[in-house]
């Protein structure tokens, strides 16, 4: 099983980002996929899910509005577009995969660093 994490930079405030995850060795089109991400110091939190179908997403309050995540079966890779990027966006972004049989996995992560 793999994930891997793409897309991550530095960006000024304001800017925009895509981050990918590309996903091989289990069922993508059936997993629930989320991104998460962690600050220095802090832990790790949810950004935004999609479900297996792409038809319902959820977002966290603090990027509601300015990310969105996106899905292509086909090409087993799930994408978040972040637009209007603040300081506080800085983090490590982490693809996690949950399953059909409820198993886990995660992805190396990608760095996302939003200064000026």
């Known amino acids: 099983v793999q994930l891997v994490e793409s897309g991550g930079g530095l960006v000024q405030p304001g800017g925009s980002l895509r981050l990918s995850c590309a996903a091989s060795?289990?069922?993508?089109?059936?997993?629930?996929m989320s991104w998460y991400r962690q600050a220095p110091g802090k832990e790790r939190e949810l950004v935004a899910s999609?479900?297996?179908?792409?038809?319902?997403?959820d977002y966290a309050n603090s990027v509601k509005g300015r990310f969105t995540i996106s899905r292509d079966n086909a090409k087993k890779t799930v994408y978040l577009q972040m637009n209007s990027l603040k300081p506080e966006d800085t983090a490590v972004y982490y693809c996690?995969?949950?399953?059909?049989?409820?198993?886990?996995?995660w992805g190396q992560g990608t760095q996302v660093t939003v200064s000026s």
């Open positions: 996690r995969a949950r399953t059909f049989y409820a198993v886990y996995y």
């Open positions: 999609i479900t297996s179908t792409g038809d319902t997403m």
């Open positions: 060795g289990f069922t993508f089109s059936s997993a629930r």
